[in-house]
């Protein structure tokens, strides 16, 4: 069973929809876009393998899931440099190109799930760090990602204990009536 998302109007926010259930999610500021490229802010559209989940040990133990899952430390990283020979692959920090600080001092990467976006093979430019996280609140509702599929703490939980291995997230430009 896969995992579909759509925007919703405003672009900033949409749809997650996982076995007959919906959940709002953040998208990127940018909204869903069909060319991808790297600090666009853009969500990319398509379809995604959820890579395996990162967590934070300090602040949470492993939630039950079927994906093979990993504690996150102080010095992982991710390149976000699109030169770099390493560029949207796992880095320790201090990194001597870009790239994003997984332990963060937010809540947002304390459960994380790299999307198999743009790995395989790497396209240079094309975009990284494209990732299923939890989402921060706004005055709004759900803040906008740099280019992320986010939710809520209790509905990622509600997912991870669902999802397995073969589960797809697909990124459609349209919403799913």
Known sequence: M???VSALPGHRQGILRFDAESFPCALGRSGIVTDKREGDGG???GSFALRELLFRPDRA???LTALSAKPIAPDDGWCDAPSD???NRPVKLPYKASAETLWREDHLYDLVVPLGYNDDPVRHGAGS???FHLAKEDGSGLAATEGCVALRLPDMLHILARVTPETRMIVELASAA
Request: hydrophobic share 45%.
């Open 129 to 131: 760090a494209i990732f």
């Open 2 to 4: 896969d995992i579909r």
């Open 85 to 87: 020979k390493a560029y």
């Open 61 to 63: 133990a492993k939630p």
């Open 43 to 45: 969500t990319p559209v």
